[in-house]
């Protein structure tokens, strides 16, 4: 730019901006003195005593949970008319009203769980999983309880719903099974029905096991479980469909005895009839 102006006047600006390869419309910008930018007004603006006007009406008892819209159509029924609609959102927007103005409950912050366990039977993880059936719409579903610590299958039963009473029955038996003395385990599960039931919780408490779950849409906060639906899943014999009930049990027998011990049985059967 300084080129420009140095040899501009002689050669010709646009001359010499074609030779610098600079456009004319860039050297003249910077030779404009910058000024301040100054906000638009419109003429038909509120001033500051009709917004206010806007704001009361807007406050009053009878508008304070409508909308704008219902607030302008029953203005205009009684032959008032302050502004436009479009005013008065922007008037509630300059005061930061345009949300729900009424109190409104909010959802609780919920804190992600602290899990670790330094020796078995401290930390049990369970969780549901639906086997596809013989047909479409058809599943089974199976329970599995794991101790975190080991990755041991404590606990597993297949049925054809989801219950809390089945879930309820199996924690307790394997609880009874492993021994497990009141205060000496949490239990952890995500925010399934059957988890959060009134069944579950109050059989835990009267077992003495403390129950944590996780954050609401949060599957990484239950990892340990979804790892072993995952190997379990991914397993080459692992079939598309199971043809019925029994099928599905006699699959889970084995893979548990091979998951836990590397045999071909399973340690216990969990036969919820």
Known sequence: MEKIAEVGPRLGVRATCEALGVAPASYYRLLRPESPARPRCSPRALSLGERQAVL?????????????????????????????????????????????????????????????????????????????????????????????????????????????????RLIAETCERQGIAPGELTLHADRGPSMRSKTVALMLADLGVTKTHSRPYTSTDNPFSEAQFRTMKYRPEFPDRFGCLQHARSFCGPFFGWYNTDTATADWDADPA
């Not at 909010?106 to 769980?113: F, G, K, N």
């Not at 013989?134 to 975190?148: G, M, Q």
């Open 56 to 168: 009361a009406v807007l406050h009053e008892p009878r508008f304070v949970d409508r909308a704008p819209g219902e607030v302008y159509a029953t203005l205009l029924d009684e032959g008032h008319y302050l502004c436009s609609e479009r005013t008065m959102y922007r008037v509630l927007g300059a005061n930061r009203e345009v949300r729900e103005r009424r109190d409104q409950l909010r959802h609780p912050s919920y804190a992600a769980p602290e899990l670790m366990a330094t020796a078995p039977r401290e930390l049990w993880s369970w969780d549901i999983t639906k086997l596809r059936g013989p047909a479409k719409w058809v599943y089974y579903y199976l329970y599995v309880i794991l101790d975190v610590f080991s990755r041991y299958v404590v606990g597993w039963l297949v049925a054809q719903r989801e219950s809390a009473a089945l879930a309820q």
